[in-house]
């Protein structure tokens, strides 16, 4: 089992939708949790983090933590062509000093 | 505010050369990490420095190895390289916490080094 799982996509939604990321992780202990954007070429870009369970929003970008669940999501409202590009799920475990480990990405396609 | 900064940007070698990859952090920050990418593939955890030590290596051999220097700037270094080291090197910093969750413990990434071995 991977530590950290996303469907690889590609997720395609016309503009002005809610694309929808979903991401999962197998260690009970982990702590922190982020949302990177990388385009094509690019370096990850930091979306989002995330620690408690429940909704955090930042403009149009909404995280969601189960720990329950071990589940992580990403919701981007009113979806643009410039959001097309792969989301990395990165999670943290506790400890000083712990490694982030980042799962495949999920390729996000928003169609005009 | 200056970000992470790598160096060089591309970098062309030939198998069983050596290369020297650099990084400077973001100002502030005191902790450095190297990530390998390669294509379609998310980051892979090379290791940590912090304080100028290694404190967490991922499942790369001993031909990878770094430096932190006391400006907390940091060197990746990779001998004998092969065909399949071709990938997006990336470096990011944080400010270190002892683990606890907050803002703190965030990575920012350089714009990364791209390596292809011939």
């Known amino acids: 089992q991977k530590e950290v799982e996303q469907n690889s996509g590609p997720l395609s939604v016309p503009e002005g939708a809610i694309a929808s990321l979903n991401c999962t992780y197998s260690d009970r202990v982990s702590q922190s949790f982020f949302w990177y954007r990388q385009y094509s070429g690019k370096s990850p870009e930091l979306i989002m983090s995330i620690y408690s369970n429940g909704d955090k929003e930042d403009g149009r970008f909404t995280a969601q933590l189960n720990k329950a669940s071990q589940y992580v999501s990403l919701l981007i409202r009113d979806s643009q062509p410039s959001d097309s590009a792969t989301y990395l799920c990165a999670v943290r475990k506790a400890g000083g000093y712990q490694k982030v480990t980042f799962g495949t990405g999920t390729k996000l396609q928003v169609i005009p | 505010d200056a970000g992470v900064t790598q160096s060089p940007t591309h970098l062309i070698k030939t198998r069983g050369q050596q290369v020297t990859l650099r990084c400077s952090p973001k100002s502030g920050h005191d902790t450095v990490s190297w990530y390998q990418q390669a294509l379609g593939q998310g980051p892979q955890f090379i290791f940590q420095y912090y304080e100028e030590e290694e404190r967490q290596r991922g499942n790369f051999p001993d031909r990878f190895s770094g430096h932190q220097f006391p400006n907390y700037s940091s060197e990746l270094n990779v001998n004998a390289l092969l065909l399949g080291d071709s990938a997006l090197y990336l470096c990011?910093?944080?400010?270190?916490?002892?683990?606890?969750?907050?803002?703190?413990?965030?990575?920012?990434f350089g714009p990364g080094t791209r390596l292809t071995v011939l």
């Open positions: 990011a910093s944080s400010l270190f916490r002892s683990g606890r969750a907050g803002d703190t413990d965030t990575q920012y």
